[in-house]
Nanobody, 118 residues
Framework: QVQLVESGGGLVQPGGSLRLSCAAS????????MGWYRQVPGKQRELVAG????????NYADSVKGRFTISRDNTGNTLYLQMNSLKPEDTGVYYC???????????WGQGTGVTVSS
């Protein structure tokens, strides 16, 4: 079992920045993928950014490319999402996800809210 705890959400004006963090309850040593998802009322949760273990390849939703950066710390158990040039459409609840491709197990954090508004 792995617990994921997100932090860093809040209210920010358009054009501003936020940094989300996701702390895993233990160091993850096996192959995994981690990602940040966003959900708004009435819509499905969507992938915003993802990162793979090992080489650390990343992928982003088209809507955030060039503005958001996903990264992890050296231990591999803390995930970050640096969000710059925020837009009102970035508003939503952001969830951290951890998935082990071999077993198919996946875990979710409780979510952290981001509101971009003037």
């Amino acid at each position: 079992q792995v617990q994921l705890v997100e932090s860093g959400g809040g209210l920010v004006q358009p054009g501003g920045s936020l940094r989300l963090s996701c702390a895993a309850s233990r160091i993850i040593s096996t192959s995994y993928s981690m990602g940040w998802y966003r959900q708004v009322p009435g819509k499905q949760r969507e992938l915003v950014a993802g990162i793979m273990s090992g080489g650390g390849s990343t992928n982003y939703a088209d809507s955030v490319k060039g503005r958001f950066t996903i990264s992890r710390d050296n231990t591999g158990n803390t995930l970050y999402l640096q969000m710059n040039s925020l837009k009102p459409e970035d508003t939503g609840v952001y969830y951290c996800n951890l998935e082990f491709p071999v077993s198919g197990s996946q875990y979710w954090g409780q979510g952290t809210g981001v509101t971009v508004s003037s």
